[in-house]
Nanobody
Framework: QVQLVESGGGAVQAGGSLRLSCATS????????MGWFRQAPGKEREPVAA????????SYADSAKGRFTISRDNAKNTVYLQMNSLKPDDTAVYYC????????????????WGQGTQVTVSS
């Protein structure tokens, strides 16, 4: 089992940046592909970015391409989401998730979830 704890959320103005972190405990994070998802008020949860176990492969939602970067430090059991050029539409609760496979793109592939961290972007 693995436990996930997100941090780094907050309130920023449009154009600003935030870096989210997801600390894992329990089973080593290198055993899992990791992903970031988000859920805005009144909307379904959607994928943002994913990274393979090794960190060698990444995938992004169209809304995140060119602005967000997912990375991981397996020695620190931590996954990051660097978010630049933030927009009001990025306002959501951001969730970190783990999948017990080399890489995962779909929500149903993820078996472990954090509690989420709020990101609010004002115009």
């Amino acid at each position: 089992q693995v436990q996930l704890v997100e941090s780094g959320g907050g309130a920023v103005q449009a154009g600003g940046s935030l870096r989210l972190s997801c600390a894992t405990s329990g089973r080593t994070s290198s055993s899992y592909a990791m992903g970031w998802f988000r859920q805005a008020p009144g909307k379904e949860r959607e994928p943002v970015a994913a990274i393979s176990r090794s960190g060698g492969s990444t995938s992004y939602a169209d809304s995140a391409k060119g602005r967000f970067t997912i990375s991981r430090d397996n020695a620190k059991n931590t996954v990051y989401l660097q978010m630049n050029s933030l927009k009001p539409d990025d306002t959501a609760v951001y969730y970190c998730a783990a999948a017990g496979r080399p890489i995962a793109f779909r929500e149903y592939e993820y078996t472990h979830w954090g509690q989420g961290t709020q990101v609010t972007v004002s115009s």
